[in-house]
């Protein structure tokens, strides 16, 4: 399959690059400096600005499916309105190429927890809820959508580059749900390495599962 992956310079973004390639697949790889990126084979790296729409639509074109871990930074101080305007100029240009599958990697904060959205809850980190507040309306805007066969993965709410999972490379194993975290035997948050997140959301792909669905993943 020809796939287009959106953010594969950053960290889940690489973990999804190299986990496109592990299975076979020919790679589109959407970036700002297509001259710096080392060369790999299988992949393409192709200059565009995802926060234009026409630009997406021009490097996507020709792809059988569209993989995004578009992320605006997270010490970026207008993440929110940067995260939405990348967000919905993917999907823009994602339909406008007349591609039908898109898996996009959401956030945890809108999971939810006793009916709650986490980003909503008091005691969410000030520090990334600008960012979590853009990918939960993210989601809502993408669950409208009714020309793509879209999925979206919410990381496990333990998930971050530093966590304790990290160690654990690629293991091929993972647990599922839907809207609500999942928890680790003593109660505390789930959590999975970069490497299971990609194992997850490309077997989605491969399998075509989730489609017009949420969901997460931990250990």
């Known amino acids: 399959m020809k796939v287009a992956l959106i953010g594969a310079t950053g960290f889940v973004g690489a973990g999804l690059l190299d ?12 970036v700002r400096k297509p001259e710096a990126a080392a060369p790999r084979e299988h992949v393409q790296f192709v200059k ?37 305007q990348g967000s919905r100029a993917i999907v823009q240009g994602v339909k406008a190429a007349g591609i039908k599958r898109y898996l996009v990697v959401g956030g945890a904060g809108s999971l939810y927890v006793n009916g709650q959205l986490l980003v909503d809850l008091p005691d969410f980190p000030a520090f990334i809820k600008p960012g979590a507040s ?7 805007e993408l669950q409208k959508e009714a020309a793509l ?28 749900g839907k809207d609500e975290p999942l928890v680790q035997a003593d109660g505390q948050p789930g959590d999975i390495s970069v490497q299971d ?3 997850a959301l490309v077997d989605a792909l491969d399998r075509n599962e989730h489609v017009k669905a949420r969901f997460t993943v931990a250990y």
């Open 197 to 199: 997140l990609a194992v």
């Open 149 to 176: 066969d879209w999925t979206m993965l919410s990381p496990a709410v333990g998930f971050h580059g530093g966590s304790d999972a990290q160690s654990r490379g690629r293991t091929g194993h993972y647990r599922t």
């Open 134 to 140: 853009a990918a939960r309306d993210m989601f809502a």
């Open 19 to 30: 986990e496109l390639l592990r299975r076979g697949h020919e790679v589109v790889a959407l």
């Open 48 to 84: 565009a600005d995802v926060l234009n729409a026409d630009e997406v639509q021009r490097a996507v074109t020709g792809c059988d499916a569209v993989v995004s871990a578009y992320n605006a930074g997270w010490s970026n101080p207008n993440i929110y309105d940067d995260f939405m």
